[in-house]
Nanobody, 123 residues
Framework: VQLQASGGGLVQAGGSLRLSCAAS????????VGWFRQAPGKEREFAAT????????RYADSVKGRFTISRANAQNTVYLQMNSLKPEDTAVYYC?????????????????WGQGTQVTVSS
């Protein structure tokens, strides 16, 4: 499966963005999908993940209550709705798919990665 992340941009603190992760090659419904982010000079960190059916979601404490992950399997797309954005949310955001197994927060357990999309939150 190939993944294409999009929807990043520049937004003021308190604003919102919706990221999209479009899959091609295979149906995204076969995969658990996660969003990760990497800020300059920092390691890649987990943000959110969703199960194949969409029935299970998990979030990093830093984004819980502000970000919502969802999926539209008919459109072969997974979304990350980001509200109440903070300057510390500034990072390159990546989506990733796990070929087998449940949701996980560990980046090493994901098999496929999209290119990143830049999110910049100004204060």
């Amino acid at each position: 499966v190939q993944l294409q992340a999009s929807g990043g941009g520049l937004v003021q603190a308190g604003g919102s963005l919706r990221l999209s992760c479009a899959a091609s090659g295979r149906t995204v419904s076969s995969y658990a999908v996660g969003w990760f982010r990497q800020a300059p000079g920092k390691e890649r960190e987990f943000a959110a993940t969703i199960s194949q059916s969409g029935g299970t979601t998990r979030y990093a404490d830093s984004v819980k209550g502000r970000f919502t992950i969802s999926r539209a399997n008919a459109q072969n797309t997974v979304y990350l709705q980001m509200n109440s954005l903070k300057p510390e949310d500034t990072a390159v955001y990546y989506c990733a798919a796990r070929g087998d197994g449940p949701t996980t927060k560990s980046a090493t357990e994901y098999d496929y990665w999209g290119q990143g999309t830049q999110v910049t939150v100004s204060s």
